[in-house]
Structure formats: C-alpha cells, structure tokens
C-alpha cells in the first residue's frame, strides 16, 4: 500500500510545469448515463442492478456532481475529437471501491465507445462525497511527484493528503478519475492490451511526447508508477489528481494525439523521485 512519507504544507512555487500546448477547444465528449437504483446496467458476462446511494458516507456531495466532475477532467485532458457513453451508479462490490466494464469498442483507430462504472455500495467503502468538488480545501498537504521518461523529468502524480473530514474516507471523486481513465482507455478490456503491454509496459509512439518511453503497468491495467491517478493503490485520505504520466498512457491506450498533459496541474510540494 503505498503511503506519503513527506508531509509539508503547500508552498507557493515557481514550478515550471511541461505543457503540450493545444489551442483546439476540447473535443473528447463522454456522455454520461446514471443508472437509477433498481434499473439494469447493459453488461457483459452477467446481469448488474444498479442499487442506491451508498450509506456509509461522509462529506454531504453526491454521485452524479462527482462523476460529471471526473469527467470534466478527462475531456479537458484528451482533445481529439471521439465520443464515449459511460453508465455509472451504485451497485454491491465484494472487493474494491469502484468496477468498470468495457461494452463496445472498435474503429481505426480502436476506441473504447460504451462502458460501465460503478461504486460500492455494500457498506464495507466509507466514502468522502465532496460537495465542492472543483476545489481541495479538505485537504491540508500537496505532493507532486516525479519520474524520468527518456531522460526527462516528469510529473507521475499529484497527491492531496492530511484530510480534515475525508481523514479516513476513500475519495469517490478519485476513484471516479481513475475508473474513467479505465473505461476510455487503460483496460485489459481493450482490444489493443495485449498488443500495447506486451512486455508489462505501455511504449509510447509519436506523435505523443516522450516518443521511446515506457511507462511500467501491471498484469490487472494499471500503472506500476507510484503516485499515479491509475496505479492500483488508492489510499483513503488521499485525494489524485491527473498527472503527465496518467494522460499520456491514457492517450498512448486510445492513440489520442491533442493532449493537455497538466490539465490538472497545481502548485504543490515537489518530491524528486516517486511518492
């Protein structure tokens, strides 16, 4: 489980933060489908009811602002234009916070077009539901981390931590970024998995930055870079943010081109290397 080890109140910086720019107006459109309590989810290998809000919460937000909120960040992050239906609601999860499911794909070339998230509402994930999702006044510490890519020095995570409320809560608009992030692209769902992780790594093509990196996953989709929105260790008390990395292997996933890589970027404590 990975943990902070540094803890130091935010500081106002001069980072310089790599940008690719892009002047086009934003054109990955998710269209999102709230599945009410007691309707059907479209699924593949089985039937999911959707089910009602999770109880065991804190926080006071609520699912669909949180998700909407997610999703904003996605389509400000990836710019090429493609369109993809996400169904997203509660529904029961033996073991995890969040679940998604790829339905379709296809196209040249292959996109994820419809998929499925949903959230754990079985009472074992005590969820933070922040009402003002847009900011992170809950949270007192920021750490950016840093890893190198073809020599470089690149962002890999940005992490908000020291909760007031959300102490000891899971983050469900962190869970919801990071779900997304699978359903567009980041899935062992995907047709192009195998061929685009053939070695447990994403490679990165041109026209993408970093053309020649590779970015570390593991055998389940996620990133073996700690501090990564899409690594698999997702602690509570812990709000992430989109990092270079995650927007990257994102676009490397669905071969997106016209990125904004720090459509999240915000002034924090920077930590050289890793988290």
């Known amino acids: 489980m990975m943990r902070i080890n540094v803890l130091i109140l935010i500081t106002v910086t001069n980072l310089l933060y790599f940008a690719l720019a892009s002047t086009s107006v934003s054109a990955l459109t998710i269209i999102r489908e709230y599945i009410a309590p007691g309707a059907q989810f479209k699924s593949i290998g089985g039937q999911v009811t959707a089910g009602p809000a999770a ?8 699912l669909v602002d949180l998700f909407n909120s997610a999703a904003d ?12 239906t996400i169904q997203f609601g509660w529904s029961p999860i033996p073991l995890g916070a969040g679940v998604h499911n790829v339905l379709h794909q296809g196209g040249v070339p292959n996109r994820v077009t419809e ?8 009472g074992s994930t005590k969820w933070f539901l922040d009402p003002t999702p847009l900011e992170n006044s809950e949270y007192q510490t920021g750490t950016e981390c840093f890893t190198f890519l073809r020599a470089r020095r690149v962002n890999s995570g940005r992490i908000f931590s020291s909760g007031v409320r959300a ?3 899971v983050d469900l608009l962190t869970i919801a970024k990071h779900e997304i992030g699978h359903a567009i692209a980041l899935s ?7 061929s685009k992780n053939a070695d447990q790594g994403i490679h990165i093509h041109v026209p993408r930055p970093f053309p020649g990196a590779t970015v570390p996953t593991d055998p389940q989709g996620h990133l073996a870079v700690a ?3 899409m690594e698999g260790a997702l602690v509570a008390g812990q709000r992430k943010l989109l990092s270079v990395v995650d927007v990257l292997v994102i676009a490397e996933m669905g071969e997106f081109s016209d990125l904004n890589l720090n459509a999240e970027a915000v002034e924090m404590n920077p930590v050289n290397r890793g988290c």
């Open 55 to 62: 109880t065991t919460t804190v926080g006071g937000g609520n």
């Open 73 to 84: 960040t996605w389509e400000r992050a990836i710019q090429d234009d493609h369109t993809v």
């Open 115 to 122: 998929a499925m998230v949903y959230f754990d509402n079985d």
């Open 167 to 169: 102490a000891r809560a």
């Open 188 to 194: 062992t769902w995907n047709a192009l998995w195998v």
């Open 227 to 229: 501090g990564t929105l």
